[in-house]
């Protein structure tokens, strides 16, 4: 009988050190967004977040080397609340870009894409702050690779698909390009204060994406 209350009361005590662990994981957090904000990421020092969130140098050095480990430890958790929010990367990677779009197609790429949006929108307070030109350079490249990398993933897939476009611009080039105008279009409206929903947002980088900008634009 003793064994097992020892066993609960050790339970307890680690989940009393986790909560306590968590919570001041996110002042810590929140005051690196909060300074961003304020006075630019790069200007930040560990004294300027320790102030911010009401702890000492030690403590913050607990959990983080520096705000260069803070900030992939925010991108990490940005990563997990995507995925979940997103679903599984299949619904996003079939109904992507195509030329003559089947039957329902373009429904499912809007809402999987607003899907993305709305995700941005319910974290702006991180995102608008780390993609700004007062944010992250680090945290700004990882979120384009992401991206690329899902663009790299769907090409893969309409390869295997049997489609063979016409690649008058290299796959990694325009992968890329794509990468940095969906990252642009997420940063512009963030700062914006989401005048426009997230669908209306997802239908322009759908437009960008499959007409181009100089047409988008009407000049052609």
Not at 106 to 120: I, N, Y
Request: hydrophobic share 40%.
């Amino acid at each position: 009988m003793i064994q097992v209350v020892a066993a609960c009361s050790e339970e307890y005590e680690m989940t009393e050190t986790n909560l306590r662990t968590q919570r001041t994981k996110i002042f810590i957090q929140n005051a690196l967004i909060e300074l961003t904000e304020r006075q630019g990421f790069d200007t930040i020092s560990v004294e300027d977040i320790s102030k911010k969130a009401m702890i000492n140098r030690a403590t913050f050095y607990r959990y983080y080397k520096n705000k260069y480990h803070l900030v992939e430890d925010l991108y990490k958790g940005a990563l997990r609340k995507l995925s979940n929010d997103m679903g599984p990367p299949k619904e996003l990677r079939d109904v992507f870009i195509r030329g003559a779009p089947r039957k329902g197609e373009d429904e499912r790429f809007q809402a999987a894409w607003t899907k993305l949006f709305e995700h941005f929108a319910s974290n702006s307070r991180l995102y608008t702050a780390m993609l700004s030109d007062k944010g992250s350079a680090w945290f700004q490249a990882r979120m384009r690779e992401q991206m690329a990398k899902f663009f790299q993933a769907w090409h893969r897939a309409q390869r295997k698909r049997g489609r063979k476009p016409t690649e008058s611009v290299p796959a990694d080039i325009a992968q890329t390009l794509l990468a940095s105008t969906v990252i642009g279009i997420l940063s512009c409206w963030l700062e914006g204060g989401m005048e426009y929903s997230a669908l209306e947002a997802a239908g322009w980088f759908r437009r960008i994406a499959r007409e181009g900008y100089v047409r988008v634009l009407g000049w052609v």
